[in-house]
T-cell receptor
Framework: DVKVTQSSRYLVKRTGEKVFLECVQD?????MFWYRQDPGLGLRLIYF???????EKGDIPEGYSVSREKKERFSLILESASTNQTSMYLC??????????????????FGPGTRLTVL | AQKVTQAQTEISVVEKEDVTLDCVYE???????LFWYKQPPSGELVFLIR??????QNEISGRYSWNFQKSTSSFNFTITASQVVDSAVYFC???????????????FGSGTRLLVRP
């Protein structure tokens, strides 16, 4: 079974603190993603990485950065946490390997989420 | 722009009732993929189904069924004989290609919270 783990389920930080959210996957997936989930907005993509040391901005990258030094680990960094970054953060991973069948379009596997509160 | 609309914010049914969750999408891509995920109270999103744009056949998996209609840009999800364990938030999502290979991101709807009462 694919397993995506996140370092914390709940986190409380103060405004201005530097915050690290860690995500680890154990299936040698190439792609990794960070989303935030807010009521009424669904999930929105913050950053993604399609391979080690490769990163791309998603839809809402402002106030965030990421790091992917190893294939299995993708970190989300809040350089200076603000109250509007209080949210649920979800990490996902996905394999780019396919069987060659056009219908084989691999799904993303999600971690349990980190509920971050910034006071 | 890609967009997914789940107009039903919350649905409440009594156990054993059938329930349909609506999903309408917008895309300019000719090739795309649609997904449904379930998010139980534990928080982890659980993959339910993937459907590609070339396959409009409806799919049934146990009590779950999906109706994909390109003509109306809809991908609706029906639970037959609902159970309390079906209570969760359900998300519909649409793929958007990121690069020239198979990398993609997901565009999520805002989710529908389903409450199944005993």
């Amino acid at each position: 079974d694919v397993k995506v783990t996140q370092s914390s389920r709940y986190l409380v930080k103060r405004t201005g603190e530097k915050v690290f959210l860690e995500c680890v996957q154990d299936m040698d997936h190439e792609n990794m993603f960070w989303y935030r989930q807010d009521p009424g907005l669904g999930l929105r993509l913050i950053y993604f990485s399609y391979d080690v040391k490769m990163k791309e901005k998603g839809d809402i990258p402002e106030g965030y950065s990421v790091s992917r030094e190893k294939k299995e680990r993708f970190s989300l960094i809040l350089e200076s946490a603000s109250t509007n970054q209080t949210s649920m953060y979800l990490c996902a991973s996905r394999s780019e390997k396919t069987s060659g069948d056009s219908s084989s379009y691999n799904e993303q596997f999600f971690g349990p989420g980190t509920r971050l509160t910034v006071l | 722009a890609q967009k997914v609309t789940q107009a039903q914010t919350e649905i409440s049914v009594v156990e054993k009732e059938d329930v349909t969750l609506d999903c309408v999408y917008e895309t300019r891509d000719t090739t795309y993929y649609l997904f449904w995920y379930k998010q139980p109270p534990s928080g982890e999103l659980v993959f339910l189904i993937r459907r590609n744009s070339f396959d409009e056949q409806n799919e049934i998996s146990g009590r779950y069924s999906w109706n994909f209609q390109k003509s109306t840009s809809s991908f609706n999800f029906t639970i037959t004989a609902s159970q309390v364990v079906d209570s969760a938030v359900y998300f519909c999502a649409l793929s958007e290609a990121l690069r020239m290979d198979s990398s993609y991101k997901l565009i999520f709807g805002s989710g529908t919270r389903l409450l199944v009462r005993p």
